[in-house]
């Protein structure tokens, strides 16, 4: 089971100034801990009252270690940094002005607290592995809608309400936590944290944000939305899909105004994969797309190839033949680093055996090189989509492609 994609989440830090040297630095750590490929970069600020963080592990393969580092700065005096494991044991931690602690070990499931107080103070948590943060929640903004599986969705899912009360259009960001689980508190913490980092483009681009809790089980790649997602009978999990339309359009009554029907939506790695064939199995919904590196191949506009590599089998597998014209209206910016390696053709619960076959000897053997030919597929079926590739950047979102994408999304605005 392929558990190395996972979701990226980049928590900005404030552009620093020739005044804010601390500001360099942490944007400087941030920026290297991202292209080491950690999933959760979060810059802190301590207030002299204290702060704490919620780290939450789920239960994963013992023998898969994950990292942790801690790095804060006090901006007088002493800060104390303690983090306590599930039984309130100490982990790690120090104290002074200045400290640094990096973990590199398999941590055992449960809740880890990250304790700072004594000094106001900023830094930054990093973590790599099966490790989600718990983010902080607008209250004022941010509601969790529970499932109503009689109109049509078996899982909850976050709503951001927009900035702006005349704001017609809704973004969708689909889930993906990067491991195994149906356990709503970690669904809950990680798509939380997917939120807060879409919140200040959302109020940017003045929209609505809908994030879905769809879980991801050892039998069905949901955050994928793989072939087994589309043809799973599991009532929880079936036509995750369709499920993900009756949440936009509960959500659009829920917002009491006429906003459209067709959402802008956006993905990296596995989501990813989710919005690039969401936006191909319904095109009549989707505004336009941003999609990150979505799983070593995009789904293809070719009728000789089967679900997920191509489309020809999709009426079979859904009832539904592919809209080409709608599809060809949908604004497509699919974006990907020359150095990322994160490929799941070669794994089972991606793809089948034959497709992997198939892709490696039609169309490359790395992301890179199946770029250029899965441009050319989409220049071919005449679809508006734009195929960019970022040197240097390995699996990761970098603030040119979130401004890239950004700006994709507000073009077809």
């Given at each position: 089971m392929r558990a190395t994609i996972c979701a990226v989440l980049l928590v900005l830090c404030a552009a620093p100034s020739a005044a804010d040297?601390?500001?360099?630095?942490?944007?400087?750590?941030?920026?290297?801990?991202?292209?080491?490929?950690?999933n959760l970069t979060n810059g802190v600020t301590v207030t002299a009252a204290g702060t704490q963080i919620e780290l939450l592990v789920p239960p994963h393969d013992p023998d898969r270690e994950s990292i942790v580092t801690l790095w804060f700065v006090a901006e007088r005096g002493e800060l104390s940094v303690r983090m306590l494991g599930p039984g309130g044991e100490v982990v790690a931690g120090w104290r002074g002005r200045r400290g640094e602690q990096r973990l590199e070990r398999s941590l055992a499931p449960g809740k880890y607290v990250v304790e700072l107080g004594g000094a106001a103070a900023r830094g930054l948590v990093g973590v790599k592995g099966p490790?989600?943060?718990?983010?902080?929640?607008?209250?004022?903004?941010?509601?969790?809608?529970?499932?109503?599986?009689?109109?049509?969705?078996?899982?909850?899912?976050?709503l951001l309400a927009p900035a702006n009360p005349s704001s017609t259009t809704l973004l969708?960001?689909?889930?993906?936590?990067?491991?195994?689980?149906?356990d709503l508190e970690l669904l809950r913490a990680s798509a939380g944290c997917e939120l807060v980092q879409m919140q200040e483009m959302a109020d940017r681009l003045g929209v609505a944000v809908l994030v879905p809790l769809f879980p991801r089980t050892e039998s069905v790649y949901v955050h994928a939305l793989t072939r087994d997602a589309l043809v799973t009978q599991t009532p929880a999990i079936a036509r995750?899909?369709?499920?993900l339309i009756a949440m936009i359009?509960?959500?659009?009554?829920?917002?009491?105004?006429?906003?459209?029907?067709?959402?802008?939506?956006?993905?990296?790695?596995?989501?990813?994969?989710?919005?690039?064939?969401?936006?191909?199995?319904?095109?009549?919904?989707?505004?336009?797309?941003?999609?990150?590196?979505?799983?070593?191949?995009?789904?293809?506009?070719?009728?000789?190839l089967a679900y997920p590599v191509g489309i020809f089998d999709v009426a079979a597998l859904t009832g539904t033949e592919i809209d080409l014209a709608a599809l060809r209206k949908?604004?497509?910016?699919?974006?990907?680093?020359?150095q990322d390696t994160n490929d799941s053709v070669p794994y089972r619960d991606s793809f089948s055996e034959a497709d992997e076959a198939l892709v490696m000897k039609r169309f490359g053997k790395t992301l890179v090189a199946r770029w250029a030919v899965a441009k050319g597929l989409y220049a071919k079926a005449g679809l508006a989509a734009t195929f960019k590739l970022y040197p240097g950047a390995a699996h990761q979102v970098t603030r040119e492609m979130q401004a890239d994408l950004e700006a994709a999304l507000r073009a077809a605005m």
């Open positions: 040297p601390l500001a360099t630095e942490m944007r400087r750590r941030n920026d290297e801990l991202v292209k080491e490929g950690f490790v989600v943060g718990r983010c902080e929640l607008d209250a004022a903004r941010v509601a969790e809608h529970a499932a109503e599986p009689a109109k049509g969705f078996r899982w909850p899912y976050l969708v960001a689909p889930n993906n936590t990067g491991f195994l689980s149906e995750v899909d369709l499920q359009d509960h959500a659009r009554a829920l917002l009491g105004k006429t906003v459209r029907s067709r959402v802008l939506m956006t993905g990296f790695s596995a989501s990813g994969s989710f919005t690039n064939r969401f936006a191909v199995l319904h095109p009549d919904r989707v505004l336009a797309a941003a999609i990150g590196s979505p799983g070593g191949w995009p789904i293809a506009p070719s009728a000789d949908v604004r497509l910016f699919l974006f990907l680093g020359d």
